[in-house]
């Protein structure tokens, strides 16, 4: 192999000029103008988090909560999934699932809604995201006060719900139960899902 050869084969790949953050960092609106920035980018904390490819459980869990969130909802409410959330300047989150309270605005071109706009955040956890799901991003949610929040984990195929609420005066999630097989909870409304129906998507 040649010098010229060995030089090449260790350049690094450059990287495209938008993974650097500007003097003032990202904040929420440049997800919109970023070129070929990759679907479904969250920006957390001023920083640009990247997504892996979904597993099965993931999606079809996903789907079970969609449909019966949408069959659930009473009038004015609306379910979205993948949709990024304007919880602050540097905090814009994508939950998997999202309810929209009857005060939303409901717009075709919307890239995203602000916080005062959800009643309810979902998320599916998945092992790269880990923290992420359980930690951080619940955090985020309770500060800008999303009155629900359930985070779905995988057992052996088969999704748990972890349903919390916010307790307004600490802006913090307090647990309100554990569902395996049966969701019933009447809040945000009620919502009767038997979870074992994954297997059926």
Avoid: C
């Amino acid at each position: 192999m040649t010098a010229e050869a060995v030089s090449l084969t260790m350049t690094p790949p450059s990287l495209p000029d938008w993974v650097f953050p500007p003097p003032r960092g990202f904040v929420a609106e440049d997800l919109d103008h970023i070129p070929d920035l990759p679907a479904h980018t969250q920006l957390i904390d001023g920083s640009l988090v990247f997504v892996s490819p979904q597993r099965d459980f993931h999606t079809s869990a996903l789907f079970l909560l969609a449909v019966g969130l949408r069959a659930a909802a009473p009038e004015g409410h609306r379910v979205r999934r993948e949709m990024s959330v304007k919880l602050g300047p540097r905090q814009r989150p994508e939950p998997d699932l999202i309810v929209l309270g009857p005060r939303a605005v409901i717009r075709p071109d919307a890239t995203f809604y602000d916080a005062a706009d959800v009643v309810l955040a979902v998320e599916v956890v998945s092992p790269e995201s880990e923290e992420r799901d359980r930690e951080r991003k619940p955090a985020l949610y309770a500060e800008a006060g999303i009155p629900h929040f359930w985070r779905v984990e995988n057992d052996s195929g088969q999704p748990v719900v972890y349903v919390h609420e916010l307790n307004p005066p600490t802006r913090s999630y307090v647990p309100t139960g554990i569902y395996h097989d049966h969701l019933k909870v009447p809040v945000p409304f009620d919502v009767d899902l038997d979870l074992t129906e994954i297997d059926t998507f």
